[in-house]
Every structure is written in structure tokens, then in C-alpha cells.
């Protein structure tokens, strides 16, 4: 990319109100950097490194790190293996501030979905990104994703997205604890007072489907998601069950991008057919060409999900006409910051949003929770913590009713942790 590129760039980026209240970084290839926003690639920015910023009031004073493996309650495709099915790792994380403040994030990584490990999260955290972050004003966000961005190197996208965000969310919490304000409130936004929510499927055989699609009903769930992917035949079963048992319910159908081209243009119709109302993760999100005939196709609402990690690509796939949606999760993309500006870019052009996860214990869901319902999402949420993990960290844990779980409303992420439990559950589980 020249110069002239990168200013158009970066013109664009900030016509579409992707990085709200960024001071835009200058054109010289030799300027210095005052801001980098979260997601633009390294290789598009000037080489000068990073100025520090003068501390402000709200300085970083601790972070600790607790890695943690919540046990799980049914089984699900991506904890399996030796290693992975010792249960959902996590590594949360408590910021505290120079005036006593604290607050806590998670970051979740799943090496069978994001290609990251909880050991590897530990070492990034531990080793590179805690020690730029101390001393600094933990209430200047674009900063703090500026000096995480340039310590661990972009590549096409946000590096260590996963693990970032766990910082980040921590950082919004802490945030809003300084000012006594919800995130919501934060935003200038308001979060409905509960969310409806979805409940997964992803059996091994056709003798289970019924029985897991009762547990969820059993539970007060009307609206499924299901995992498909490769049995084409199978997929097809599993979800004219679904649709029969729950006629009225939203019914979601996730490949995980485990079909190829070809056979996702052939299975949108079908799927159409046997009641699902959108297609998520067809096909690798590599496939640009695909993801532009399914939409052509018009069988169904394609909706993306890998791939989508910073605004710059989200953008990118919009101009292409590969999409009509994103399934968001926060802890894809490297936090709220991000994820609040693909938001905002998808409502500008028409687009929808699906609240979506992965596995989210309760830190990371209380997040996600916030954010889709300050965003106003209007379909169930596939945020299925509460449904596969079987433990808690807070001292009022999330409970499902109905189908429907409470959008925490206190200051910051509007959790209280309890720390004991933490610090419990980090020595029970933790085996690094």
C-alpha cells in the first residue's frame, strides 16, 4: 500500500465511523503514530513507533491472571480431544487502577475454532502485553489497542484477537466503574432489561436429536441453533426435527465453514426448505467468489462469522456483496471496540447483526450481553455459556428463565466477581 492509498485508506475509515473519536493518523510514511485503531493491518501504517502518552488519573497499576477450565455440563464439538475436553479454558483477568478500582475481562480461546490456545493467551498476555500496558491511563482505549497492535504485529488482521479482547473487555469494565455507568450508558445507549435466547444442537447421531431439542424446551427454550456440517443428509434430518418441534422458533443453521462451495449452493435451498431462516459460516471465509454466489443465490440470508475479526475486512466484505449479516461475538474480534464499530458499520448499510458466542463463561457473557442489547438485536442470541458450562464466578450467577437471561444493569459490566471463587476454581482446573 503507497501513501496515496493509505490516506484513502484511512478517509474512508473514518467517512464510515469505524473508529469514532480517533485523531487520524498522519500521511507521512515517516510521521509518528499517535493512534493506531484496533484491526488496521501494521503493514498499513507508518514505521515510526508508538510516543507514550502522559499517564492521566486512572493509571494501570496491577493486572493478574487467573487461566481457569470451566467444566462442561453436555457435550459440545469444539471441547473434544485431549486436550480440549478437559473442559473451557479461560484466563480472566483483573485490572486494578492507582485509585483501587478494578476491573475484570476474560478472554476465551478455542484452538479447534480461533487457532488459540489458552497456553498460548497466558504467555502473550504475560510476556508482551501486560508489561506495555502498566503505568499507562487505562481510560485511553484507542491507545491501549494501539500499543497492544504494535507489540503483537497485525498481519491481514488483529493478532491474538481472542486473547485481546479479554484486556479489552477488562478495560471497559474498569472504565465504567470509574464513572459509575453501565456500558450501555457509556455508549449513550440503553439495554433492554432481559434477551431472548437460543439453544444449541450439535448431536452425534439422529437418535439424540429429540432428546436434546426436549432438554432445551424442558429449559424454556423455543429458538435453536443447530451445527451442520459435512452430512449433508444428516443436516437436512436435524433440522425438519427442529422445525417440527419448534414450528413458531427462529431455527439458525451454523456450517462452521465446513462445507465447500459447491455443496453449500446446493444445501441453501434445501435448508430453506426445511425451515431455517439464516445460513451462517457456509464455506472458509477465503472463498470471497462463494460467499458472492450464495448471496446471489438469495436461498437464504448468509450470514458470516469467521473472518470477520476487525471493521477494515468487515468493510471490505461488504463492497464485495458477500454478506447480509454477521453473527457478532465480541471475543472474536478483539473486543467491544471493535465489535461496537462493526455494529455501527452493518446498521449504516442496511445489514443485520446475530448475537452469537463462544461458549462464553460469565465475565465474557455479561459483555456480550451489554453490547447486543444496548445495539438493539432482535433475534435470539446464540450465547450458550449457561447452557454447556457448570461453573460460576460471580457472586449472583446468570440464570436462564423461560429462555430468557437478565442484561446485568451495574456500573461497568454490571457483574460482581467474587474473587475467591477465582481463585478456587483457577487451582481446581489449571493444569498449564
Known sequence: MDRREFSKTIAAAAAMGLFEGNRMLAAGPDAPVTTAPEGLPKAALPEAGLPARTPGKLIIEKID??????????????????????????????????DGTVGWG??????????????????CLKNYLLPVLKGQDASDLEHLHALMGKEIANGFTTSYPITKAGLDIALHDLAGKAQ???????????????????????????????????????????????????????????????????PDGFLWADANCGYDPATALEMAPKLADAGVAVFEGPIHPHCLSGFQDLRKQGALPIIMDEGCISPIEVSEFIKLKMLDGIAMKPSRCGGLISAKAQIELLKKEGLSFLGSGLTDPDISLAASLILFGAFGLNRPAALNGPQFLGASVLKQPFAVRDGKIKIPKGPGLGIEVDEEKVRDLSARTWRG
Open 180 to 246: 459509575g455507568k453501565n456500558l450501555a450508558e457509556l455508549w449513550g445507549l440503553k439495554a433492554p432489561e432481559e434477551m431472548v435466547l437460543s439453544w444449541t444442537l450439535n448431536p452425534v447421531g439422529l437418535d439424540e436429536i429429540d432428546g436434546l431439542i426436549q432438554k432445551g424446551k424442558d429449559r424454556g427454550y423455543r429458538n435453536f441453533n443447530v451445527k451442520i456440517a459435512p452430512d449433508k443428509r444428516f443436516d437436512l434430518e436435524l433440522c425438519r426435527r427442529v422445525k417440527r418441534a419448534a
Open 65 to 98: 491472571l487467573f487461566p481457569v477450565r470451566y467444566p462442561m455440563t453436555m457435550r459440545f464439538k469444539f471441547f473434544e480431544g485431549p486436550v480440549s475436553s478437559g473442559g473451557r479454558p479461560a484466563i480472566i483477568i483483573k485490572i486494578t487502577a492507582s
Open 106 to 123: 476474560e478472554s476465551v480461546p478455542i484452538p479447534r475454532w480461533g487457532g488459540e490456545t489458552a497456553e498460548g493467551a497466558l504467555a
